[in-house]
Protein backbone atom coordinates (compact mmCIF):
# COMPACT_ATOMS: atom_id res chain seq x y z
CA UNK A 1 0.00 0.00 0.00
CA UNK A 2 1.22 3.58 -0.84
CA UNK A 3 1.09 5.92 2.36
CA UNK A 4 1.54 9.73 2.13
CA UNK A 5 2.15 9.58 5.72
CA UNK A 6 2.96 7.18 8.10
CA UNK A 7 4.08 7.10 11.73
CA UNK A 8 6.57 5.19 12.81
CA UNK A 9 6.24 3.92 16.91
CA UNK A 10 5.90 7.01 17.50
CA UNK A 11 5.72 8.22 21.34
CA UNK A 12 5.83 11.68 23.49
CA UNK A 13 6.24 11.69 26.97
CA UNK A 14 5.98 15.44 29.21
CA UNK A 15 7.63 15.39 32.64
CA UNK A 16 7.30 11.44 32.39
CA UNK A 17 3.90 11.58 31.46
CA UNK A 18 3.24 9.44 28.71
CA UNK A 19 0.81 11.24 26.28
CA UNK A 20 1.74 9.42 22.64
CA UNK A 21 2.29 6.07 23.02
CA UNK A 22 3.40 3.90 20.02
CA UNK A 23 1.25 5.47 17.64
CA UNK A 24 1.49 3.53 14.13
CA UNK A 25 -0.73 5.84 11.72
CA UNK A 26 -0.95 4.77 8.41
CA UNK A 27 -2.84 6.89 5.88
CA UNK A 28 -3.40 5.94 2.05
CA UNK A 29 -2.83 8.52 -1.07
CA UNK A 30 -6.17 9.60 -1.32
CA UNK A 31 -8.20 9.28 1.86
CA UNK A 32 -9.79 11.00 4.22
CA UNK A 33 -8.91 10.06 7.03
CA UNK A 34 -10.98 10.57 10.30
CA UNK A 35 -8.89 11.11 13.42
CA UNK A 36 -10.95 10.37 16.44
CA UNK A 37 -10.88 10.46 20.26
CA UNK A 38 -11.89 11.63 23.54
CA UNK A 39 -10.48 14.87 24.97
CA UNK A 40 -6.40 15.14 25.92
CA UNK A 41 -6.01 11.71 23.77
CA UNK A 42 -3.21 12.79 21.88
CA UNK A 43 -4.58 13.95 18.65
CA UNK A 44 -3.02 17.37 18.51
CA UNK A 45 0.10 15.62 19.74
CA UNK A 46 0.31 13.42 16.93
CA UNK A 47 -0.88 15.78 14.45
CA UNK A 48 2.20 18.48 15.66
CA UNK A 49 4.87 15.84 15.01
CA UNK A 50 3.59 15.25 12.06
CA UNK A 51 4.62 18.65 11.30
CA UNK A 52 7.78 18.60 12.96
CA UNK A 53 5.80 21.41 15.23
CA UNK A 54 7.38 19.23 18.20
CA UNK A 55 9.36 16.03 18.19
CA UNK A 56 8.78 13.17 18.80
CA UNK A 57 10.94 11.26 21.95
CA UNK A 58 11.09 8.18 20.06
CA UNK A 59 10.24 6.93 16.25
CA UNK A 60 9.54 8.82 13.40
CA UNK A 61 6.98 9.82 10.39
CA UNK A 62 7.06 9.12 6.82
CA UNK A 63 5.73 12.15 4.73
CA UNK A 64 5.20 11.68 0.95
CA UNK A 65 8.28 9.42 0.77
CA UNK A 66 11.17 10.80 2.73
CA UNK A 67 11.73 11.02 6.92
CA UNK A 68 10.34 14.21 8.50
CA UNK A 69 13.34 16.34 9.61
CA UNK A 70 14.36 20.04 10.97
CA UNK A 71 15.41 20.20 7.45
CA UNK A 72 11.89 18.72 5.38
CA UNK A 73 11.29 22.54 3.95
CA UNK A 74 10.77 21.28 0.38
CA UNK A 75 7.68 18.56 1.68
CA UNK A 76 5.80 20.90 3.89
CA UNK A 77 5.52 23.15 1.12
CA UNK A 78 3.46 20.74 0.21
CA UNK A 79 1.40 20.35 2.95
CA UNK A 80 -1.53 22.63 4.41
CA UNK A 81 -2.39 22.57 7.96
CA UNK A 82 -4.79 24.24 10.76
CA UNK A 83 -3.17 23.10 14.52
CA UNK A 84 -5.33 24.38 17.55
CA UNK A 85 -5.96 28.13 17.09
CA UNK A 86 -4.53 29.52 13.76
CA UNK A 87 -2.46 33.24 14.31
CA UNK A 88 -3.77 35.57 11.81
CA UNK A 89 -2.49 39.44 11.68
CA UNK A 90 -5.50 40.91 13.02
CA UNK A 91 -5.09 44.47 11.84
CA UNK A 92 -4.97 43.38 8.42
CA UNK A 93 -7.77 41.67 5.83
CA UNK A 94 -8.29 38.32 4.69
CA UNK A 95 -6.73 39.13 1.26
CA UNK A 96 -3.52 40.52 3.43
CA UNK A 97 -3.32 37.66 5.59
CA UNK A 98 -3.17 35.58 2.50
CA UNK A 99 -0.56 37.11 0.58
CA UNK A 100 1.80 37.16 3.45
CA UNK A 101 1.27 33.92 3.52
CA UNK A 102 1.76 33.49 -0.67
CA UNK A 103 5.15 35.28 0.18
CA UNK A 104 5.98 33.29 3.04
CA UNK A 105 5.55 29.97 0.99
CA UNK A 106 7.37 31.51 -1.93
CA UNK A 107 3.95 30.93 -3.83
CA UNK A 108 2.77 34.15 -5.11
CA UNK A 109 -0.50 33.79 -6.82
CA UNK A 110 -3.09 36.92 -6.47
CA UNK A 111 -5.73 34.53 -8.55
CA UNK A 112 -5.32 31.60 -5.96
CA UNK A 113 -6.18 33.73 -3.46
CA UNK A 114 -9.36 35.40 -4.92
CA UNK A 115 -9.98 31.19 -5.72
CA UNK A 116 -9.36 30.60 -2.03
CA UNK A 117 -11.77 33.50 -0.20
CA UNK A 118 -14.05 32.11 -2.72
CA UNK A 119 -14.37 28.63 -2.05
CA UNK A 120 -14.86 29.19 1.88
CA UNK A 121 -17.29 32.09 1.02
CA UNK A 122 -15.24 35.22 2.52
CA UNK A 123 -15.34 37.08 -0.84
CA UNK A 124 -17.83 39.59 0.34
CA UNK A 125 -15.81 40.16 3.62
CA UNK A 126 -12.32 40.38 2.40
CA UNK A 127 -11.61 44.02 2.83
CA UNK A 128 -12.80 43.61 6.40
CA UNK A 129 -9.86 44.04 8.94
CA UNK A 130 -9.83 40.39 10.73
CA UNK A 131 -10.11 41.58 14.38
CA UNK A 132 -14.02 42.44 13.11
CA UNK A 133 -14.01 38.67 12.67
CA UNK A 134 -16.58 35.72 13.57
CA UNK A 135 -15.15 32.88 15.62
CA UNK A 136 -16.42 31.21 12.63
CA UNK A 137 -14.92 33.56 9.72
CA UNK A 138 -11.48 33.25 11.27
CA UNK A 139 -11.68 29.20 10.89
CA UNK A 140 -12.91 30.04 7.39
CA UNK A 141 -9.89 32.16 6.72
CA UNK A 142 -7.87 29.47 8.58
CA UNK A 143 -9.08 26.69 6.04
CA UNK A 144 -8.44 29.43 3.22
CA UNK A 145 -4.90 29.50 3.94
CA UNK A 146 -4.43 25.60 4.47
CA UNK A 147 -5.90 25.10 0.93
CA UNK A 148 -3.75 27.94 -0.52
CA UNK A 149 -0.69 26.51 -1.88
CA UNK A 150 -3.09 23.37 -3.64
CA UNK A 151 -1.17 20.78 -0.67
CA UNK A 152 -1.17 17.45 -1.54
CA UNK A 153 -0.97 16.79 2.15
CA UNK A 154 -3.71 18.74 4.66
CA UNK A 155 -3.71 18.49 8.05
CA UNK A 156 -6.83 19.88 9.97
CA UNK A 157 -7.26 19.50 13.69
CA UNK A 158 -10.59 20.37 14.89
CA UNK A 159 -11.11 22.45 11.45
CA UNK A 160 -15.03 23.31 11.59
CA UNK A 161 -15.95 23.30 15.73
CA UNK A 162 -16.97 26.71 15.36
CA UNK A 163 -18.92 26.95 12.53
CA UNK A 164 -22.65 26.11 12.19
CA UNK A 165 -24.53 23.04 10.48
CA UNK A 166 -24.77 25.42 7.55
CA UNK A 167 -20.90 26.64 7.30
CA UNK A 168 -20.06 22.55 8.44
CA UNK A 169 -21.92 21.37 5.31
CA UNK A 170 -20.24 23.88 2.92
CA UNK A 171 -16.61 23.04 4.49
CA UNK A 172 -17.85 19.14 4.10
CA UNK A 173 -18.63 19.67 0.68
CA UNK A 174 -15.26 21.76 0.03
CA UNK A 175 -12.99 18.90 1.65
CA UNK A 176 -14.74 16.39 -0.58
CA UNK A 177 -14.07 18.55 -3.72
CA UNK A 178 -10.34 18.71 -3.08
CA UNK A 179 -9.94 15.49 -2.14
CA UNK A 180 -11.99 14.20 -5.31
CA UNK A 181 -10.64 16.81 -7.50
CA UNK A 182 -7.39 17.90 -6.59
CA UNK A 183 -6.50 14.25 -5.56
CA UNK A 184 -5.64 16.09 -1.79
CA UNK A 185 -5.43 13.42 1.14
CA UNK A 186 -6.95 14.97 4.38
CA UNK A 187 -6.21 14.07 7.84
CA UNK A 188 -8.39 15.58 9.65
CA UNK A 189 -9.36 15.31 13.50
CA UNK A 190 -12.68 16.04 15.23
CA UNK A 191 -15.10 15.68 17.68
CA UNK A 192 -17.91 15.81 15.62
CA UNK A 193 -18.69 12.00 14.93
CA UNK A 194 -21.12 12.21 12.75
CA UNK A 195 -19.38 14.14 10.88
CA UNK A 196 -16.74 12.37 10.15
CA UNK A 197 -18.97 9.29 9.20
CA UNK A 198 -19.78 11.27 6.60
CA UNK A 199 -16.92 13.01 5.61
CA UNK A 200 -13.99 9.82 5.93
CA UNK A 201 -13.33 6.78 4.37
CA UNK A 202 -10.64 5.75 6.88
CA UNK A 203 -10.35 5.95 10.69
CA UNK A 204 -8.69 5.88 13.45
CA UNK A 205 -9.27 6.03 17.03
CA UNK A 206 -6.72 7.57 19.41
CA UNK A 207 -7.20 6.78 23.30
CA UNK A 208 -4.87 7.46 26.34
CA UNK A 209 -2.14 8.15 23.34
CA UNK A 210 -2.54 4.56 21.57
CA UNK A 211 -3.96 4.39 18.38
CA UNK A 212 -7.00 1.35 19.59
CA UNK A 213 -7.93 1.19 15.96
CA UNK A 214 -7.29 1.98 12.23
CA UNK A 215 -10.38 1.08 9.57
CA UNK A 216 -12.32 1.53 6.72
CA UNK A 217 -15.31 3.09 7.60
CA UNK A 218 -16.71 0.25 4.89
CA UNK A 219 -15.10 -2.22 7.52
CA UNK A 220 -16.70 -0.37 10.52
CA UNK A 221 -20.41 -0.48 8.87
CA UNK A 222 -20.06 -4.22 8.14
CA UNK A 223 -19.94 -4.68 11.61
CA UNK A 224 -22.67 -2.21 12.40
CA UNK A 225 -26.35 -4.38 12.09
CA UNK A 226 -30.05 -3.08 12.09
CA UNK A 227 -31.39 -3.85 14.60
CA UNK A 228 -34.78 -2.72 16.41
CA UNK A 229 -35.48 -0.33 19.44
CA UNK A 230 -38.02 -1.22 21.75
CA UNK A 231 -38.94 1.20 24.44
CA UNK A 232 -41.43 -0.25 26.53
CA UNK A 233 -42.53 -0.23 30.33
CA UNK A 234 -41.62 -3.13 31.20
CA UNK A 235 -38.43 -5.04 30.24
CA UNK A 236 -38.78 -8.09 32.22
CA UNK A 237 -42.39 -9.00 30.76
CA UNK A 238 -41.04 -7.96 27.20
CA UNK A 239 -38.44 -10.16 27.43
CA UNK A 240 -39.72 -13.18 28.48
CA UNK A 241 -42.51 -12.40 25.32
CA UNK A 242 -39.72 -12.32 23.00
CA UNK A 243 -38.51 -15.85 23.78
CA UNK A 244 -41.93 -17.10 23.82
CA UNK A 245 -41.93 -15.72 20.30
CA UNK A 246 -38.43 -17.67 19.47
CA UNK A 247 -36.37 -14.22 19.50
CA UNK A 248 -33.42 -14.92 20.71
CA UNK A 249 -31.25 -12.54 19.06
CA UNK A 250 -31.66 -9.70 21.44
CA UNK A 251 -30.29 -7.34 24.64
CA UNK A 252 -31.87 -5.57 27.01
CA UNK A 253 -30.40 -2.55 26.95
CA UNK A 254 -31.56 -0.65 30.30
CA UNK A 255 -35.12 -0.38 32.47
CA UNK A 256 -36.70 0.99 28.76
CA UNK A 257 -34.68 -0.58 26.04
CA UNK A 258 -34.29 -3.63 24.31
CA UNK A 259 -32.20 -4.17 20.77
CA UNK A 260 -33.29 -6.95 18.45
CA UNK A 261 -30.93 -7.87 16.10
CA UNK A 262 -33.17 -10.93 14.55
CA UNK A 263 -33.54 -9.95 11.05
CA UNK A 264 -36.46 -12.20 10.48
CA UNK A 265 -39.00 -10.35 13.10
CA UNK A 266 -41.89 -8.75 11.19
CA UNK A 267 -42.39 -5.39 13.49
CA UNK A 268 -45.96 -5.35 12.98
CA UNK A 269 -46.52 -9.10 14.52
CA UNK A 270 -43.73 -7.88 17.27
CA UNK A 271 -46.22 -4.52 18.35
CA UNK A 272 -49.23 -6.74 17.99
CA UNK A 273 -47.96 -8.89 20.12
CA UNK A 274 -46.34 -6.28 22.86
CA UNK A 275 -49.84 -5.04 22.88
CA UNK A 276 -51.70 -7.75 23.74
CA UNK A 277 -50.19 -9.14 26.45
CA UNK A 278 -50.57 -5.73 27.60
CA UNK A 279 -47.28 -4.26 27.85
CA UNK A 280 -46.76 -0.26 27.18
CA UNK A 281 -44.64 0.22 24.14
CA UNK A 282 -43.16 3.75 24.02
CA UNK A 283 -41.58 3.44 20.97
CA UNK A 284 -40.26 0.92 18.23
CA UNK A 285 -37.67 1.70 15.32
CA UNK A 286 -35.44 0.15 13.23
CA UNK A 287 -31.86 1.56 13.91
CA UNK A 288 -28.40 1.23 12.31
CA UNK A 289 -25.19 1.44 14.72
CA UNK A 290 -23.50 5.01 13.78
CA UNK A 291 -19.98 5.42 14.08
CA UNK A 292 -20.49 7.09 17.45
CA UNK A 293 -21.67 3.42 18.36
CA UNK A 294 -18.96 2.22 17.28
CA UNK A 295 -16.12 4.70 18.92
CA UNK A 296 -17.96 4.16 22.36
CA UNK A 297 -18.39 0.26 21.93
CA UNK A 298 -13.90 0.27 21.50
CA UNK A 299 -13.81 3.36 23.66
CA UNK A 300 -15.51 1.60 26.43
CA UNK A 301 -13.80 -1.99 26.31
CA UNK A 302 -10.18 -0.30 26.67
CA UNK A 303 -11.60 0.84 29.94
N1 LIG B 1 3.19 21.18 26.09
C1 LIG B 1 2.60 20.30 26.90
N2 LIG B 1 3.05 20.11 28.15
C2 LIG B 1 2.49 19.20 28.97
N3 LIG B 1 1.45 18.42 28.64
C3 LIG B 1 0.93 18.56 27.40
C4 LIG B 1 1.48 19.50 26.47
N4 LIG B 1 0.77 19.41 25.32
C5 LIG B 1 -0.17 18.46 25.52
N5 LIG B 1 -0.08 17.96 26.77
C6 LIG B 1 -0.93 16.89 27.35
O1 LIG B 1 -0.93 15.82 26.45
C7 LIG B 1 -2.20 15.16 26.42
C8 LIG B 1 -2.66 15.09 24.99
O2 LIG B 1 -2.98 16.39 24.54
P1 LIG B 1 -3.52 16.67 23.08
O3 LIG B 1 -3.73 18.14 22.97
O4 LIG B 1 -2.64 16.03 22.09
O5 LIG B 1 -4.92 15.90 23.08
P2 LIG B 1 -6.11 15.98 22.05
O6 LIG B 1 -6.50 14.57 21.74
O7 LIG B 1 -5.75 16.84 20.89
O8 LIG B 1 -7.23 16.65 22.93
P3 LIG B 1 -8.31 17.75 22.55
O9 LIG B 1 -9.29 17.08 21.69
O10 LIG B 1 -8.86 18.11 23.90
O11 LIG B 1 -7.57 18.87 21.89
C9 LIG B 1 -3.10 15.97 27.33
O12 LIG B 1 -3.15 15.32 28.57
C10 LIG B 1 -2.39 17.30 27.46
O13 LIG B 1 -2.67 17.89 28.70
Same mark, same amino acid.
Given at each position: &??? %????? @?? /? ?9 ? =? ?6 ? *??? +? *?????? *? ?13 ? $?P????? $??? *? ?7 Y ?16 D???? #???L ?5 Y???P ?30 ? #????? #? ?11 D ?8 E? %??? &?? !? ?5 ? /??? @?T !? ?10 ? =??L?? !???? %? $?? @? ?11 H????? +? ?21 D?S?? =?K???H ?24 ? @? /?? $?? !? ?12 K
Open positions: &MDY %IMETV @GV /RKAYKGNVVVD =DVNIHIPK *GAI +Y *GFVGPN *GAGKSTVMKMILNLI $QDAGDV $QLL *GEKVTDHSEIFKKVGSIIENPYFYKMTA #RQNELHCEMGFNKERIDEVLHLVDLQNVEGKQVRHYSLGMKQ #RLAIA #RAILAKPEFLILEPINALDPG %IRE &MR !TLFQRLN /RED @G !TIFISSHILSEV =DLAD !TIGI %I $QH @GKLLTELSIEEIKHQTD +YISLQVDDVTRAATLLENMRIKFVL =DEFIIYDSDVSGKALSKAIIENGIGLESM @G /RK $QD !TLEDFFFQLTEEE
